[in-house]
């Protein structure tokens, strides 16, 4: 990040984790930019985390650089706590086995898989571990005592990867905001195309409809995700739509000039994303008739250094 970045989050409050980028052809850079970061970065108290990359398969030139970049950070940053790589398929998830080749040594494939997971989880500090359930599953998720059990046998704190991959409609309002010098081809073409299929009256419904409902799933998800005590915390990818990503990547809080969506405001945020909460554990009952019993479990998730006084 660039440093007014880092100045601002040290100022509010936020919590950062650079990630070593890699190369256009996905091999490792050899040049000393991972500890170029870490010296960067290592005297901005929001820094917490330094990651290896983000989604790549764990193959044996992946894992053999995991170990010296824990020893460079260490060195350079001995509080900062290292992600060897954000949800690395192979070893961590099944679906990247098959991009794995195994040694001939190893006759039987899943211990060499195994024999990979203890090396990573050696220099490993954290874990962001794949979560669908909080992502873009979100109100088809199952409850959160069934999601638990599986994140048990990571021995080591995790996150939850990129929760709250939710999207919405676009507001073809904002294209009026958009100049010559950046024009705002992505509503054009989706006013257009809305145009063609005879819906233009309702782009405005759709789109209101479509962030309230966005909302309502974030809540949720967020919320089932606290309740699970094998995660530590969770990154949200959707801060705002003006996403890396890709153009018209609508899953933000926000907008992209900064803007709630409809239905959403700063206090409705901080009641499931504050720093701790009071949860229900209602699982997906939202609806209830006048004079029926309502009883089910209180819950808190505390991360604040000082006890939660008059919760509500």
Same mark, same amino acid.
């Given at each position: 990040?660039?440093?007014?970045?880092?100045?601002?989050a040290?100022?509010?409050?936020?919590?950062m984790? $650079?990630?070593?980028?890699?190369t256009?052809?996905?091999?490792?850079?050899?040049?000393?930019?991972?500890? *170029?970061? @870490?010296?960067?970065?290592?005297?901005?108290?929001?820094?917490?985390?330094?990651?290896?990359?983000?989604?790549?398969?764990?193959?044996?030139?992946?894992?053999a650089? &995991?170990?010296?970049?824990?020893?460079?950070?260490k060195?350079?940053?001995?509080?900062?706590?290292?992600?060897?790589?954000?949800?690395?398929?192979? $070893?961590?998830?099944?679906?990247?086995?098959?991009?794995?080749?195994?040694?001939? %040594?190893?006759?039987?494939?899943?211990?060499?898989?195994?024999? !990979?997971?203890?090396?990573?989880?050696?220099?490993?500090?954290?874990?962001?571990?794949?979560?669908? *359930?909080?992502?873009?599953?979100? &109100?088809? %998720?199952?409850?959160?005592?069934? +999601?638990?059990?599986?994140?048990?046998?990571?021995?080591? $704190?995790?996150?939850?990867?990129?929760?709250? +991959? +939710?999207?919405?409609?676009?507001?073809? =309002?904002l294209?009026?905001?958009?100049?010559?010098?950046?024009?705002?081809?992505?509503?054009?073409?989706?006013?257009?195309?809305?145009?063609?299929?005879?819906?233009?009256?309702?782009?405005p419904?759709? &789109?209101?409809?479509s962030?309230?409902?966005?909302g309502?799933?974030?809540?949720?998800?967020?919320e089932?995700?606290?309740?699970?005590? =094998? &995660?530590?915390?969770?990154?949200?990818?959707?801060?705002?739509?003006?996403?890396?990503?890709? =153009?018209?990547? =609508?899953?933000g809080?926000?907008?992209?000039?900064?803007?709630?969506? $409809?239905?959403?405001t700063?206090?409705?945020?901080?009641?499931?994303?504050?720093?701790? @909460? @009071? !949860?229900?554990?209602?699982?997906?009952?939202?609806?209830?008739?006048?004079?029926?019993?309502?009883?089910?479990?209180?819950?808190?998730s505390?991360?604040?250094?000082?006890?939660?006084?008059?919760?509500?």
């Amino acid at each position: 990040p660039m440093e007014p970045y880092m100045q601002a989050a040290d100022e509010v409050g936020m919590l950062m984790g $650079p990630e070593h980028s890699l190369t256009p052809n996905r091999n490792l850079l050899d040049d000393g930019r991972w500890s *170029d970061m @870490v010296r960067s970065c290592r005297y901005h108290p929001s820094v917490v985390t330094y990651s290896g990359g983000n989604e790549e398969v764990g193959h044996e030139g992946l894992i053999a650089k &995991f170990a010296e970049r824990h020893r460079a950070a260490k060195a350079l940053a001995p509080d900062a706590l290292i992600i060897p790589m954000h949800t690395m398929s192979g $070893p961590e998830s099944k679906g990247g086995q098959a991009d794995l080749p195994v040694p001939d %040594a190893y006759v039987d494939k899943d211990h060499y898989y195994d024999s !990979l997971w203890s090396r990573v989880a050696r220099h490993s500090d954290l874990f962001a571990a794949r979560a669908n *359930d909080f992502s873009y599953q979100n &109100f088809l %998720a199952r409850d959160w005592r069934q +999601i638990e059990p599986e994140y048990t046998n990571y021995n080591r $704190p995790i996150i939850a990867h990129e929760s709250g +991959i +939710i999207g919405t409609y676009l507001d073809l =309002s904002l294209e009026a905001r958009y100049t010559e010098s950046l024009p705002g081809d992505l509503y054009a073409a989706a006013r257009e195309y809305i145009k063609s299929a005879g819906r233009l009256d309702m782009a405005p419904t759709y &789109f209101q409809n479509s962030a309230r409902w966005h909302g309502q799933a974030r809540k949720f998800m967020l919320e089932n995700l606290r309740k699970c005590n =094998s &995660f530590d915390g969770y990154d949200l990818l959707g801060a705002w739509d003006g996403h890396w990503h890709n =153009s018209g990547y =609508s899953c933000g809080l926000l907008n992209e000039f900064f803007e709630f969506k $409809p239905g959403d405001t700063l206090a409705r945020v901080l009641q499931y994303n504050g720093e701790s @909460v @009071v !949860l229900l554990d209602n699982a997906k009952r939202h609806v209830f008739k006048v004079q029926e019993r309502f009883d089910v479990p209180i819950m808190a998730s505390l991360f604040g250094g000082t006890a939660l006084l008059d919760g509500v």
